[in-house]
């Protein structure tokens, strides 16, 4: 099973494993891996090798306007409109 990056990921699981356990320098590992020095100092200092989740860990509860007033006109909601 082949692995899912996001559209903008320039390293693969197999590249940021071998960052993580290299002993070479941040700039000897940018230039082999053709990276951003910051791309291969974020993969060190990670755990872990998939991609960290980038939306908001909390998203707002959004309720529909006709939603609310289906669920005021059943009683569910006081004073939803």
Known sequence: MGQ???????????????????K?????LAE??????????????RAFVHDAQIDRKHRALSVSFSRKRAAAKNGYLENAM
């Open 4 to 22: 899912i990056l996001h559209g903008n990921a320039k390293t693969t699981h197999v590249v940021r494993s071998a960052i993580q356990r290299s």
């Open 32 to 45: 082999r891996y053709d990276l951003n020095p910051k791309v291969v100092t974020k993969w060190k200092k």
């Open 24 to 28: 070479a320098s941040i700039k000897e």
